[in-house]
């Protein structure tokens, strides 16, 4: 970009900064680097879902479940670079958006950003805030089990209200930008529990207690051909993240080029976390691979790996959970600080404290709950990744595109596209189906505040 250029955009961004609502101004400080912005994104992409690849192996097999893999890492890298350039033409005009809304209000109008793109984002972030707070006390109880010789006195919703706990602190935390260093901890600890899953599954696979591997995927040719759309929408909510514009509003102006290098950081760990954790853990136990493959290192309570690792791994799933957590719940911060806040005095004045503190207290205290009473990570895990992840990463930039930049419906570009907004329209309609029916068939094992 020319010196000119960026002052200019600079100029208006500070222009537009004035009149930004609570939440934009508070919440979506536009002050960071590309390298924060490669931070945040890794940490709202590479979480502990990761550790589910091997079970959605399982419901497609190697060659489906790694092409899969591959299509969705290609695909969402692109979309997420669309909505980059969409951000960066409108920030170029003047008119920088800081929200997903804001996109879907100022490209298709009023009604997408209201009734379609807010809730549905709302809805993708505050279950993934629920299913984050689930999977920590999910990774305490697991580090309970293996640190007492008294198991059965701490039931699994105890462990998920001490994680509420530790997020009623964190949810005080005020802005997205406040978060770069916790996120750039993040992303040493998901590169660390990911090694360790990986390197636990190739152990347990060369073991003497090795199991039986097989690759054949179970159940009926109506189950498996529901099971693969299951797997399509865990794959999904895996590589998801609904929250780029927000991301990308964390960087200070001028922003052209800065989400590209943020992206690479990103999926140079999507790389080397993903395909190793679900490669071997579904190499060692095929068909057997659990909800999530730490699951499978315990059998009958006796873990197959020693404590230490078992301990070390959790460790760090606990820890780097809690920063998924706190990020995702920055669009929920967002809009309860444009409802509750003013944005004419000082963001921390008691004026504009005391809401905030009991807003996100509330808000964090009802997804303990609801993680408490419903703790079944993997059903959570494929429903969001239908209703939200799907039309959020994988249809919306692909048409947000084409209506800004309007390139010729002769082109590559414009029938790519449309393509694979339609192809993805179509799989996130049977992933929910399927999801929801796989709710249904797991009915009967639901029981409000399970110990499972």
């Known amino acids: ?84 350039l969409v951000l960066e033409h409108h920030a170029h005009l003047g008119q920088r958006q800081l929200r997903f809304r804001d996109m879907a209000r100022d490209i298709l109008g009023p ?25 920590g006390g999910q990774s305490l ?6 640190s007492t010789s008294r ?50 599954s190739i152990y347990i696979g060369n073991s003497m207690n090795a199991p039986t591997k097989d690759y054949s995927v179970n159940g009926s040719k109506q189950n498996r051909v529901f099971g693969s759309f299951n797997a399509i929408s865990i794959i999904a909510t895996t590589y998801g993240n609904g929250i780029i514009p927000e991301i990308q509003a964390t960087i200070a102006p001028p922003v052209k ?33 659990k909800g999530t493959v730490l699951l499978n290192f315990l ?40 409802k509750f806040a003013n944005a004419k005095i000082d963001q921390f004045s008691i004026r504009n404290v005391v809401p905030r503190l009991v807003s996100r207290s509330l808000f964090v205290v009802i997804a303990t709950t609801v993680a408490a009473m419903f703790p079944f990570f993997g059903d959570i895990n494929a429903l969001i ?8 990463d994988f249809i919306l930039p692909m048409v947000f595109y084409n209506v800004v930049f309007k390139p010729s419906k002769y082109s590559l570009l414009f029938w790519g596209n449309t393509i694979l907004a339609s192809i993805f329209s179509a799989l996130g309609v049977l992933g929910a189906i399927s ?13 409000l505040f399970a110990n499972i």
């Open 111 to 135: 009604g997408w950003g209201r009734y379609f793109v807010g809730p549905i984002q709302f809805g993708l972030c505050y279950g993934a805030v629920i299913a984050c707070i689930l999977l």
């Open 1 to 84: 970009m020319e010196p000119v250029e960026a002052a200019t955009e600079e100029g208006e961004a500070n222009n537009i900064q004035k009149k930004l609502d609570a939440g934009a101004l508070f919440v979506l400080k536009s002050r960071g680097s590309w390298l924060h912005c490669g931070y945040h994104l890794t940490t709202s992409i590479v979480a502990p879902a990761l550790l589910s690849l091997p079970y959605a192996l399982s419901l497609m097999g190697w060659f489906a479940g790694v092409l899969c893999l591959i299509i969705s890492a290609l695909v969402t890298f692109y979309s997420y670079n669309l909505l980059s």
């Open 257 to 289: 080029g800065k989400m590209f290098k943020g992206l690479c950081v990103c999926y140079a760990v999507v790389l080397s976390t993903f395909f190793s954790v679900a490669i071997s853990g579904y190499w060692t136990f095929g068909n057997q691979a």
């Open 435 to 447: 999801s929801i029916r796989q709710m249904v068939l797991d009915a009967n094992t639901f029981s």
């Open 385 to 392: 990744g239908a209703f939200g992840c799907i039309p959020l």
């Open 141 to 146: 109880k697991y580090i309970y089990l293996l």
């Open 151 to 200: 198991p059965e006195t701490m039931k699994l919703y105890q462990f998920v209200i001490i994680f509420g706990v530790l997020m009623l602190v964190l949810a005080q935390i005020p802005s997205f930008h406040s978060l770069r260093h916790i996120n750039l901890v993040s992303l040493v600890l998901c590169l660390a529990y990911s090694a360790c899953a990986t390197a636990g």
């Open 299 to 338: 059998v009958d309570e006796k873990p197959l790996l020693p404590t230490w690792i078992l301990l070390m791994t959790n460790v760090f799933t606990f820890l780097q959970v809690a920063a998924v957590s706190v990020v995702y719940l920055q669009p929920t911060n967002e809009v309860l600080e444009s």
